[in-house]
């Protein structure tokens, strides 16, 4: 499979059709589908008719958008109006949403063909798709291995190149961590850069719908795409959208990159790992980045205080899950409140439960101020950690993962699957702009570059990890197992 | 290990989540080992730190008070596991 902006291209030449391009990729998804497991719903039909209007919209000489053409994946946390939408859980196993996000509808207007939605850790809440409520999805580069979460499916099916594009979600590493276990670019947009409207919310103030794909040219193009205001979330921002592309450099001259102490402190146990982001660092020093040290004294707390406000958030925002007007419904001849409570006994798994009771108890009268204002406060403190980092760098480069991607069933204790988002999490917490983008390998296995930037500043970081990726091509250096390079 | 100050019956029944035993028992093991990280957050003097709800400035978003266009009824209904005309019918509420 081609890249996103090989396949506009090459329709644009008239070298091959959307319809053409669709077929190729329902069967390269088809092919590999028994094994990887990467979708929730596939959507063939309606593919294949995108596909032919857009080809006959292009005979008349029609502009179809920047992305016209091309198949794309999108996580099952976006509503698809008419198409099941489940946020992999039981709970929402029969929902028809009746409207699309806005991340879809920009997605179809700029020529997008959706082939399916994808398998994810319910509601979001994962770091391994192995808690999604139907089935666990496999890593493309060994199917002992989970393909990373939340959004597993959507970097599983890109690794493989059943899909050039897709699209996932990040609460505190959902896009970063998968595609850095799947070898592919994974970009977590400024808060508010993207809107929310009709995606599943989890945790309202960190969730970011981003794009996920086979190389940062296309992330740009996608991130173009998707990005702006829009007058249904009041949350998204009123900056204008830049042309990412343009911003897309091949040298690293005057680019001031910081490196965090304490990241590499807590990396250097692993020499595999290590020396790994030791070479990312000397390659962007080949590129002509300066690199300077910089401090996230705060980043140790991440993740104390990322299990504190997601949770909170969450046990709000999914109590909208009752049986009452959508979703399933257990009722078995009780009362209101038997049914409230037999239907979310049924329809959420464990995780999903784990992190409802842990919120309900932050907010609980009597320890609100203890737990969850006192997490507040020093997400304040992390989110002074990265502006004073960035009065010294122009980005900050460190790992996106301690370790490449591991075997199914290997997390079983909870709080060592959080500790997958360690590296991730102060990045969602303050809010700003970070991405993974391919940098090697550990035993055969993909490892990730986070690069991280300020709020609004993604036209500064895809151009940083441009020149990164092209200078070393780790993505195409190895095929996967299943799929191809 | 910390100390769990977790009622976890309680707590399921302000979520409305029936649970079961075992799955209470595994949750107090599993804070348990969780607590022992969140509690770090006590060692940090915040006293003089203002909170961060969200990110970005933007506050007191409006719109012009006008009708716009909404979901029609039928499609509004149309997920509900249980209706009744134009309404969503639960079990009783009141005696």
């Known amino acids: 499979m081609l890249t996103g902006h090989e396949i506009r291209d090459r329709i644009a030449r008239r070298e091959t059709s959307a319809l053409e391009i669709t077929k190729r990729s329902i069967d390269a998804v088809a092919a590999s589908e028994p094994e990887l497991r990467a979708y929730l719903t596939l959507t063939p039909e309606y593919a294949l008719a995108r596909a032919a209007e857009i080809d006959a919209r292009l005979a008349r000489g029609e502009d179809c958008g920047p992305l016209a053409g091309v198949p794309v994946a999108i996580k099952d946390l976006f509503c698809t109006q008419g198409v099941r939408t489940t946020s992999g859980s039981k709970i929402l196993a029969n929902f028809v949403p009746p409207y699309s996000a806005t991340v879809v509808a920009k997605l179809e207007s700029a020529g997008a063909v959706m082939i399916g939605k994808t398998n994810m850790d319910e509601f979001a809440m994962g770091s391994s798709c192995e808690n999604s409520g139907f089935h666990p999805t496999r890593n493309p580069w060994d199917l002992s291995r989970v393909p990373g979460g939340s959004s597993g499916g959507s970097a599983s099916t890109v690794g493989a190149r059943g899909v050039p594009i897709a699209v996932g979600t990040d609460t505190g590493g959902s896009i970063r961590e998968p595609a850095s276990f799947c070898n592919i670019v994974g970009v977590k947009p400024t808060y508010g850069r993207v809107s929310r409207y009709g995606m599943i919310a989890f945790a309202s103030s960190l969730d970011q719908a981003g794009p996920m794909t086979a190389d940062v040219r296309d992330a740009a193009i996608v991130l173009e795409a998707i990005a702006g205001l829009d007058p249904m979330d009041s949350t998204s921002a009123d900056v204008p959208v830049p042309h990412y592309e343009d911003a897309l450099r091949d040298d690293l001259r005057g680019v001031k990159v910081g490196i965090v102490r304490e990241f590499e402190s807590s990396i250097s146990g692993d020499a595999a790992m290590s020396s790994l982001y030791k070479e990312a660092y000397a390659a962007l020093v080949r590129l002509g980045a300066e690199l300077v040290e910089v401090s996230l004294p705060h980043a140790k707390y991440g993740l104390a205080t990322y299990y504190l406000i997601a949770p909170a958030e969450c046990s709000s925002n999914l109590a909208r899950y009752d049986g009452a007007r959508y979703g399933v419904r257990v009722s078995d001849g009780g009362d209101v409140y038997q049914m409230f409570e037999r239907t979310r006994a049924a329809g959420f798994g464990p995780e999903v439960k784990r992190r409802i009771i842990l919120g309900t108890y932050a907010l609980c009268s009597g320890y609100y101020d203890a737990y969850y204002v006192r997490a507040q406060k020093v997400r304040t403190l992390m989110k002074q950690d990265f502006d004073t980092a960035f009065s010294a760098c122009d980005v900050i480069a460190c790992p996106a993962v301690s370790c490449p991607p591991f075997e199914l069933g290997a997390k079983s204790d909870p709080v060592a699957m959080y500790l997958m988002d360690y590296f991730t999490i102060p990045m969602s917490l303050a809010g700003i702009a970070a991405m993974s983008v391919p940098a090697g390998y550990v035993d055969g296995l993909p490892v990730g570059l986070q690069i991280a930037a300020p709020a609004f500043e993604e036209g500064r970081m895809l151009g940083v990890a441009h020149a990164y990726e092209q200078s070393t091509r780790f993505a195409w250096a190895r095929a996967p197992k299943v799929g191809a390079a | ?95």
């Not at chain 2, 029936?18 to 940090?44: M, N, R, V, W």
């Not at chain 2, 506050?59 to 009708?67: A, F, Q, T």
């Open chain 2, 1 to 95: 290990m910390t100390d769990v100050p977790i009622d976890i019956a309680h707590v399921a029944k302000l979520a409305r989540i029936a649970l079961t035993h075992d799955e209470s028992a595994a949750f107090t093991a599993q804070f348990a080992k969780l607590f022992g990280y969140i509690e770090e957050l006590q060692a940090l003097d915040v006293t003089h730190v203002s909170a961060t709800a969200q990110v970005i400035p933007i506050m007191n978003v409006m719109r012009d008070d006008i009708i716009r266009d909404c979901l029609d009824r039928a499609a509004a209904l149309a997920n509900a596991p249980d209706t009744s005309g134009p309404y969503f019918k639960v079990p009783r509420i009141l005696e």
